[in-house]
């Protein structure tokens, strides 16, 4: 008895453990850039950007763009700590066969950059945001 | 020499993939850097398949001399960079004072410079990049007088960047380290080894520059130098500087330069102004 006693409280231990290893989740990024909204507001204006950048409007010419909206709302969302689900593809599926160079990538961050300008998201907040989706470069070039 | 090809031959616009600040400034000796120290970005926006160029002209402003140099760079796939750069050092009120033969010395520095691994902002490690230069002093009588061995010589340099994403109250700052394998007297002006050491030292270098925004930066940087001749001490070179990029095509780069001791003239501090042109 002493002995299962104990073993529950050792299970419980490490549960507690387990527990205080998550932190809260940090929403201070999604709510610095708007919360839903201005996380909609950010990606309309970058498509809009895009859609004037010669450089890679073809990846984005034959898509439904409501559905590319949509997703990367729900992906920066969840990368700013936000109370949302990605639903989309993988980056990695998503971005399969179309052969993006890391030129084309640094044109879709000056996309974002020049609409979080637009939306006057301060500079740090902005920092924020790229240095969540830099890491991710790995998969979307060279697929 | 690259101002008249440009004006001559119909100049196709390079491709510029990446982001904006990261081909650097023109270093006084024509790599892509800081001001007077080299950094391990590479001249230009190109990435992968595409090349660049640029043109600069700098200009350095001290109580008793002022340095001129215009220079270019060009680069491949962000990957190796070929530079140039020629080197004005006008000698000022020592002509007088020492009676000197020449007002003026000059000096060309041809340097190449490859990325070894990594990038400035993506990937695991920093950038890492080697470098290699060239230099030939053209007026080697002052220097052969005050003690120099040799008019020309070759040097190579180890450096490191990265970009450090919202590292300082939320800006991103870019920090550069390398270290240099050099025996050259005031970069080279004053030629190659001298009476009081003729090797080759093992000089470090760093700057660190905090970004606004993409197109704002300011910094400060550290070039340590040998003292090969015993006619006169040779200071370690420092600046604090402020970095505009107002787009890919151009640069422009203040500083206050601490240059110290150069040639017996002590205390030579003074303004810094670099202009770059990329294509």
Known sequence: ?143 | MGGAVGMNAPWVEADQGRLIATGGASSIEGAAGGGIIPWAVLANYDEKGEWGANLFGTHVNLPDYTLDVAGMAASYGNRVEVSYAHQRFDLGSLVHKLSLPEDNLTQDIFGVKVRLFGDLIYDQLPQVSLGVQYKHQNDFLIPRLVGAKRDADVEGYLTASRLFMGAVFGYNVVVNGGVRYSRANETGLLGFGGDRRDTRSVLKEGSVALLFNPRWAVGVEYREKPDNLSFAGESDWADAFVGWFPNKHVSVVLAYARLGEIATLDNQNGTYLSVQGSF
Request: hydrophobic share 40%; charged share 25%.
């Open chain 1, 1 to 143: 008895m002493i002995r299962v006693l104990q073993w529950i409280g050792a299970l419980s231990l490490a549960l507690l453990a387990g527990c205080a290893q998550q932190p809260p989740k940090d929403d201070s990024l999604y709510r610095a850039l708007g919360e839903r909204a201005g996380i909609q507001k950010i990606v309309e204006g970058m498509l809009l950007h895009i859609a004037k950048d010669d450089r890679i409007y073809k990846y984005f010419a034959k898509v439904d763009i409501v559905r590319v909206r949509d997703k990367l709302v729900e992906k920066f969302c969840v990368e700013a700590g936000g109370p949302c689900t990605y639903t989309g593809d993988t980056l990695a599926e998503a971005h399969k066969g179309m052969n993006i160079s890391r030129g084309d990538f640094n044109a879709l961050v000056e996309n974002l950059i020049d609409s979080m300008d637009d939306q006057h998201i301060p500079v740090p907040t902005q920092n924020r945001l790229i240095a969540r989706l830099a890491p991710q470069r790995g998969d979307v070039i060279e697929k």
